[in-house]
């Protein structure tokens, strides 16, 4: 029986003409693949209630969508509740402008469902491959078993510090994350460098920021990215791996034998 392939889809953050695009194209890949995103779906970007629409219409398809808990999920639950059980107070957080957008697109009660469906998925191990989706990472001592939930879902080092894949072995398998924005994918080979698989592969391009939007095919290893149509921020546009340590190794980036366009 022919293993169903997967698609791996970075940090949405309610930038939903991307995700139509990209979803587009990664139909013509293959229309019946599943499509796992790794967290932080509607906050930030213009169009939190198109993203709603996207996920709701893929799997009235049919189509397997896998959603992973990212951090804002987290903090974007309350703020749902909220809005839907005491209506008349006002937002006043971050995520108002989400809020506002999937109040007046009557999707409050749609949107509440599928954070909460994320924040019973911590992680995602993909069928048929030794691979784990999380949306932050994990304590490379500890291994994923072992590293707690509320660790998986936010570690993010500080712009001067060392990423946690640095110092990962690949006991686990290759480990596929999103949260920590870079202008392209990062892919981290295996450190004996002799295996040609990578071990983490950190696929937040930004969208948001006016980066792209990624996804990752683990079977195949390849990326495929749309550009994004929101406005460059300074910090992300700009943004440069400020030590060795944060800096791709050789072989650490898309390389011939994986399709990355724009």
Partial sequence: MTQMRTFVIGDVHGCAQELAAL???????????RLVFVGDFFTKGPEPEGVVEELLARRVEGREVVLICGNHEIKLRKHLRRAIDRPKEPIESVHALTVHALRNSGLLHEALELVEEAMCRISYAVPGERCTVIHGGIDPLLGIALTPDAYKVS?????????????????????????????????????????????????????AYGGKLTAYDPAADTLLSVSSQQPGQSWFMNRKPSSPEMRAPPGASASRDRRLSG
């Fill in 155 to 207: 570690v993010k080092s500080e712009e001067d510090d060392r990423d946690w894949w640095w110092d990962y072995d690949g006991r686990d398998g290759l480990i596929v994350v999103g949260h920590k924005p870079f202008r392209d994918a990062v892919i981290v080979p295996h450190p004996d460098g002799r295996r040609t698989r990578p071990i983490v592969v950190n696929i937040d391009t930004g969208c």
């Fill in 23 to 33: 979803l587009r194209r990664l139909d013509r890949e293959d229309a019946s693949a």
